[in-house]
């Protein structure tokens, strides 16, 4: 395992690894065929994309049991099996999804049960062809009836038995972050963030800080809409079986805000001589508490795009542009600023 960089990095809570600002993010290579794909995905190009990463300093990827029903870990396992031992990255991971062979274009089923989550991280071992998996997150709130208490547990019970070296949550709210908390640390926690999705910083992400859990952000680019290269035109054209086809953010009126503030970015990417996908990573990162920002890349260029993220700082006139270019778009929803140094946020704040 290498943690070898040339890039900034930050301690990713307690959990003992320290990342780079930016990791691959393997969701859409996963391809398509089930119910939350990105459309056609050439395999050798998501392999050279994480190859690419990697070799440029990036030493993390986040991906997860569901993505692809299996076959975006199956790609990670690829692509790793071409680096050495000692310049592999860390390797993040999720359950808590499960589907049907039979239904892959059926949504997955949110799963707590002990027995099932025990499945799920023998069956992404054997998938990443790794013995151990750095960071084990549950994807998302059960929906089976199985208690927080009782997923959490098991979750903690694998970190024990040495089957993950972290583990966290994803896309949970405040009050199951502070009850999961209660029963044993919460090392990560991976919330929706982005200048479009603004919510976890108004809660979320300060609690985290004040609490030693570290915070990757994930679609800090809003799925493609914030990268400076999206258009109407090409969202109308996005393929029936893109998710993004029927996401609000990607339909009247809501991409005509999103594009607008998109184009907002341009003089300060072109003042930082960077992209505009750069700043709108840079911006959820400049939140403190946020530890690292997932960018999804679908072949090595786009890789080459986005690693001006990894060490771009917003400062304060910066913050305070794009905070204004909120407000006169009407994008999104949540707080427009990092919160204050008392950790409170003025009502004024918010859109």
């Known amino acids: 395992m290498s943690n070898k960089t040339s890039f900034p ?10 990342i780079t600002r930016i990791g691959l993010g393997a969701w859409a290579i996963g391809g398509n065929g089930w119910a939350v794909g990105w459309g056609p995905q050439d395999d050798a190009d998501s392999v050279a994309a994480i190859r690419r990463a990697v070799e440029r300093g990036i030493n993390w990827i986040d991906t997860a049991a569901v993505y692809g029903l299996g ?90 038995e040495g089957k993950v070296r972290a583990v966290g949550l994803s896309n949970h709210n405040l009050a199951q972050l502070q009850q999961a908390e209660t029963l044993g640390h919460v090392h990560t926690l991976q919330p929706p963030f982005s200048a479009i999705q603004r919510a976890a910083g108004g809660d979320l992400i300060p609690w985290c800080e004040r609490n030693g859990t570290g915070v990757i952000v994930y679609s800090p680019m809003q799925s493609g809409l914030l990268t400076g290269s999206f258009s109407l035109a090409r969202a109308h054209a996005l393929p029936a079986d893109d998710w993004r086809a029927r ?105």
Not at 109 to 134: F, H, K, M, N
Not at 149 to 159: A, G
């Open 9 to 18: 990095t930050r301690p990713l809570g307690q959990s003992g690894m320290d």
């Open 247 to 351: 996401n609000a953010e990607f339909t009247s009126p809501g991409i005509e805000r999103n594009l607008a503030l998109a184009d907002a970015f341009k003089p300060i990417a072109e003042r930082h001589g960077t992209t505009v996908a750069a700043v709108a990573v840079g911006w959820t990162l400049a939140w403190p508490g946020v530890t690292g920002a997932i960018v999804g890349a679908r072949s090595a260029s786009q890789v080459d795009g986005l690693l001006g993220a990894a060490s771009l700082e917003l400062d304060a006139e910066d913050m305070d542009a794009i905070a204004d270019a909120i407000e006169r778009t009407g994008a999104g929803a949540g707080p427009l600023h990092p919160p204050e140094e008392s950790g409170a946020l003025p009502a004024h704040l918010f859109a």
């Open 71 to 160: 076959h975006s870990e199956e790609i990670v396992r690829r692509a790793l099996a071409q680096m050495t031992p000692d310049a592999r990255p860390y390797v993040f991971t999720k359950c808590g999804l499960t589907w049907s062979a039979e239904q892959p274009q059926a949504m997955p089923r949110r799963t707590g049960a002990p027995a099932s989550i025990r499945r799920e991280v023998d069956d992404s071992l054997r998938r990443l062809g790794v013995e151990r998996i750095d960071l084990y997150q549950m994807h998302w709130p059960a929906g089976d009836g199985t208690p927080l208490e009782v997923y959490w547990q098991e979750l903690l019970d694998l970190k024990q």
